[in-house]
């Protein structure tokens, strides 16, 4: 089964600063990852996905992503961070739903930016 | 283009009601995901439907339901609810809800069972 684990529940960050958030998963096939992100009250926004065209994918809002096979990580980056930036960010997998089965995303717990002035 | 859109935006109900919420995908779309999002169990998938049909589930009871129109738009209903059914309801959107593909969120239905 496929799975996704984000490391950290809270990450904390000065303006400026570099954020780096954790990801590790879990796929028997290669997997297809993606970087959502969530404002107060709004629904998910897509910064990146990865789907084996380059390990490096770079995002909106400046984020990029490194997908590592031999780590089994997706971890994304940013180099500055800016208070805009601040909400919470979740890690996903998709499913390998085969056949005619539909799309599923498999969620991360998610990471809480905080960013501080 | 317009985006996914969800409603009602909020919802109180008691224990034991039923509630319905919509969910109108973008234009084009045809493939539409329903998520239940909650502090505890965070985000998990409910099920998804293409041209009316069910093609996937989640692990959920039967209490939850959904289906699909003609036009792509989607309702999802839960009966009998339950104080453990307060959460968000997130819709998304895709083209063919196949593999790899970009999912389109909407806003969300708060749903609080008192």
């Known amino acids: 089964a496929q799975s996704v684990t984000q490391l950290g529940s809270h990450v904390s960050v000065s303006e400026g600063a570099l954020v780096l958030l954790r990801c590790n998963y879990s796929s028997s096939v290669p997997p297809y990852l993606f970087w959502y992100v969530q404002y107060p009250n709004q629904g998910l926004q897509l910064l990146l996905k990865y789907t084996s065209a380059a390990t490096l994918v770079k995002g909106i809002n400046g984020f990029e992503a490194e997908f590592k096979k031999s780590e089994t990580s997706f971890h994304l980056t940013k180099p500055s961070a800016h208070m805009s930036d601040a909400a919470e960010y979740f890690c996903?997998?998709?499913?390998?739903?085969?056949?005619?089965?539909?799309?599923?995303?498999?969620f991360g717990q998610g990471t809480e930016l905080s960013v501080k002035p | 283009k317009a985006g996914v859109t969800q409603t009602p935006r909020y919802l109180i109900k008691t224990r034991g009601q039923q509630v319905t919420l919509s969910c109108s995908p973008i234009?084009?779309?045809?493939?539409v995901s329903w998520y239940q999002q909650t502090p505890g169990q965070g985000l998990q998938f409910l099920f998804e439907y293409f041209s009316e049909t069910q093609r996937n589930k989640g692990n959920f009871p039967g209490r939850f339901s959904g289906r699909q129109f003609s036009n792509s738009r989607s309702e999802m209903n839960v009966s009998t609810l339950e104080l453990g059914d307060s959460a968000l309801y997130l819709c998304?959107?895709?083209?063919?809800?196949?593999?790899?593909?970009?999912?389109?969120f909407g806003s969300g239905t708060q749903l609080s069972v008192l």
């Open positions: 998304a959107s895709s083209t063919q809800g196949a593999r790899g593909e970009k999912l389109f």
């Open positions: 234009s084009g779309h045809r493939s």
């Open positions: 996903a997998v998709s499913d390998l739903g085969g056949g005619n089965q539909g799309g599923k995303l498999i």
